[in-house]
């Protein structure tokens, strides 16, 4: 048997905010494993999607309110394999808030967080089950630095020079990163189940909860699973880049002239460019699941799981 560990984030609450009008939070979730015999180290997604990258949660959000987080977006896990040791995951949820960035901007900004907490905590994760209250506290501000910069950095270079303009003369606002909650859980067993709460006090004036709980329980790892899972993923991309373009043609009918342009632009980059790229990706990952389909009907006598 294998343990399977499940995240679900379920509510996001303010307890203090500095926008005069109320927030609209939207977060980053990112899950880490880590375990031993054998020792593996993965991340959870690895793939940020378009439609996760700013999904706004609530709208004029003041202290004292709150807004559910539904699916998808809220939800990460991993399949540890069987019967390995000293099973180990960590959860970073990033907090934003939306301003006048566009959605594809922020899709490269959560990709380079997703890739920099895979970097930073692939050398750091083992250092800190054994660091101090305090030695933690400091890696992870160290580690939110350097993640930080990174995705401003990509959001940064999908800007034009027009936006680049609007953005500095003041006319627009960037989203804003307010910060990341924490959680870290070892020796991972069914009895580990429970509610959670993440406090993000990042930004100066700002100060949010968001409660989840983490599901673990015992499971038989089917065979393929990685790569079951990984059609699963390209599926959900595909389906989310359509749901995207749905959402820009509403937005069409009701947009001014000065911005129909903008939206079918949009609507273009997503059909040229994401769309044959997310069915290339759907395609390469069920190459990969038949493949391992036809390894194990060459060598059925093989009854370890292989993924």
Not at 158 to 178: A, H, I, M, N, Q
Not at 292 to 299: A, Q, R, V
């Amino acid at each position: 048997m294998s343990l399977q560990a499940t995240v679900t984030l379920q509510t996001i609450r303010c307890v203090k905010q500095s926008e005069s009008s109320g927030s609209e939070p939207y977060i980053w979730p990112f899950l880490a494993t880590m375990a031993t015999m054998p020792g593996t180290f993965e991340t959870f997604p690895t793939a940020a999607l378009l439609a996760d990258s700013r999904k706004i949660v609530g709208n004029s959000l003041k202290a004292g309110s709150s807004a559910p987080l539904i699916f998808p977006g809220n939800e990460v896990g991993h399949s540890f394999l069987d019967d390995q040791r000293d099973c180990t995951a960590l959860l970073v949820v990033g907090l934003m808030e939306a301003d006048d960035n566009r959605i594809v901007s922020m899709q490269a900004g959560y990709q380079a967080y997703l890739d920099e907490l895979r970097a930073q905590l692939g050398h750091t994760m083992l250092a800190l089950k054994d660091a101090s209250a305090a030695e933690r506290q400091a890696t992870i501000e160290e580690i939110k630095g350097a993640v930080k910069t990174k995705a401003e950095d990509a959001v940064r270079r999908t800007l034009s020079t027009f936006e680049k303009g609007l953005l500095g003369s003041g006319l627009r606002d960037p989203d804003v990163f307010y910060g990341a909650g924490w959680g870290l859980w070892e020796s991972l067993d069914v009895g580990s189940s429970g509610p959670f709460t993440l406090e993000i006090t990042g930004v100066p004036g700002n100060h949010w909860e968001i409660d989840g709980v983490l599901s673990v329980t015992e499971t038989v790892v089917k065979r393929c699973q990685s790569q079951l899972d990984g059609v699963t993923a390209a599926k959900q991309a595909r389906k989310a880049l359509q749901l995207q373009v749905r959402h820009l043609q509403q937005m069409l009918d009701e947009a001014t002239p000065q911005r129909k342009a903008a939206i079918v632009a949009a609507i273009e980059r997503i059909n040229d460019d994401q769309v044959p790229a997310a069915d290339e990706d759907l395609r390469r990952a069920q190459y990969t699941l038949r493949r391992c389909e036809l390894l194990l009907e060459d060598h059925p006598e093989e009854d370890r799981p292989i993924g």
